[in-house]
């Protein structure tokens, strides 16, 4: 079982910062994708972002500039650092990871912009 917990949400006032973190039980290096999704109130899940185990990137159009996806597998664990924050970001944000056919969810960490 592989079991990812989230964190570094919380409430900011836009144009602000965050950086959310997502740690992985299982040796990263191992695991093939590992990306970042949210979910507003209303609105089905969307990607932001995904990293490869070699590192190459994947964002959403709408977020290229704004959002950072990083990962250490030295760590186990995926970063997502979010810049000029906007109201319209607030949303759970979820992290995954593919590995060996499976996909695996964290329990999601809420992330408020206030205007």
């Known amino acids: 079982q592989v079991q990812l917990v989230e964190s570094g949400g919380g409430l900011v006032q836009a144009g602000g910062s965050l950086r959310l973190s997502c740690v992985v039980s299982?040796?990263?290096?191992?695991?093939?994708?590992m990306g970042w999704y949210r979910q507003a109130p209303g609105k089905q899940r969307e990607l932001v972002a995904d990293i490869s185990r070699g590192g190459r990137t994947n964002y959403a159009d709408s977020l290229k500039g704004r959002f950072t996806i990083s990962r250490d597998n030295a760590k186990n664990a995926v970063y997502l650092q979010m810049n000029s924050l906007k109201p319209e970001d607030t949303a759970v944000y979820y992290c995954?990871?593919?590995?060996?056919?499976?996909?695996?969810w964290g329990q999601g960490t809420q992330v408020t912009v206030s205007s």
């Open positions: 995954n990871a593919y590995s060996g056919g499976v996909i695996y």
């Open positions: 299982r040796n990263t290096f191992s695991v093939n994708v």
